[in-house]
């Protein structure tokens, strides 16, 4: 201890040089240091003080929650690992539309590209190829099928700022590309045209109008420097008319070396192919249209006090949310006592029964997100503090839990120290790539059993 080292022979050291006196003080300086660190504060008590498990002179207490349900906020969508493409007619959300907007490159990042001598060039087909995500990567009807076409975008989509899922379009009534049948999730074809034995993985493969094809036949040569301002992009859009219980979403990997614009030609008797691919740097975006007529029930409507829910509607896709708040009384009586440490405090939302099968399965997981003074998403301290595993959310026996303590004790902290109440709300949602990169973008949905929802906690007061 610091208060018997100079008993200790290290005090009676004849110092030869500055060295070692440099080293005395450092050795002083650890010890001084160690001894302030076991010192108790009794002003600021952080969540892990005392073990969540541990029932050391520990209380337990159930808080009630407002809970109710209500449209997202759109979601950036222009850097995400998997795309959503298709429409699909939910017999619970209704009609929900997924298209995809994206540029593409000329062949190998080139400076410039030519198929040759233009003279003696014929294209023989342009394939719009987007490569299916894996088999697993469809909500809905696998078997549906779907009329999807392509459009040439009028516009440059932006490469310096975000895209959000909202965000409108131009483009030309003239269609240049069609899919009209169902996903082929595990089919695969051989590349002949490169070398024999090299095999495409599955891939959405849509056939390109004669006009494109004539396009590129009749361009010369193709420039970075004026590439796009001849081709600006697809708008890849889903126009089914899916009847109940119909259609389906499917992720699509556009980051993908086989996702590109396919160019078969002949020069002279010579098959060739090129391809312009889609790449990750290539500006692209999800546009979402979801309808959300089913918001009118009356237990989806904004509560009033000491007021929640039956059920809550967590719609991907920038759908629907599920908003909590714990009531200011319950924070102000927890804040005011100092000595109160949080243990735990867990939310437990419980997936409705009957709305799960094999076409509508529900998320895997979903996510909690606090808000901001000016109503904007932000992540909760638990997330950013420790990591999104810890968060929770994960779907188990039908029920997904939260860990809040470290957002709850920022609360009761900030409350303590005179700096008002920082409780916004929080949102319960079917997370995408927006709010962290272990989410992969999802279209599932989920109904979700919130009466009676309560946020339990474990706390000790330490005396």
Known sequence: ???TICTMNYCKVKFKNLAVIKNFILILSAFALL???CKKDTNTLTVGFIN???SFNSTQESIFLNSFTTTMDSLATHQQ???ILGAINDPIFGKSQATILTTFSIPNNAASFSFGDSAKVLIDSVVLQLRIGNDTTCIGDINAIHDIKVYELTEKLSDTSALFSNRNYLKSSTVVGTFNTKFSPSDSIKNTYLYSDAVI????????????????QNQK???STNFYDFYKGFAIVDESNFGLNEGGFWYLNLNSIYTNVVVYYRNDTTHLRAEFPIQFANPKYNKYVNNSSFLTQSNTTKFTANQQRDIAYLQSMGGTKLRMFIPDSTLNRLAATPQLAIQKAEIVVKALGGFDDNNFKIPNQITLISTDSLGRSVLTVD??????FYLGGSVKNGEYRFNIARELNFLLTNLRNGSGNKHYGLSVIVPNSTYGSVFQTSARRVVLDTKDLKLKINYTIIK
């Open 52 to 54: 969540p498990d541990s």
């Open 81 to 83: 690992s998997l795309y």
């Open 1 to 3: 201890m610091i208060t």
């Open 35 to 37: 001894y302030s660190s």
């Open 201 to 216: 993985p599955a891939c959405m493969r849509i056939k390109m109008s004669d006009d494109f094809k004539l396009k590129l």
């Open 221 to 223: 040569i193709f420039t």
């Open 383 to 388: 997330s950013y503090s420790e990591n999104f």
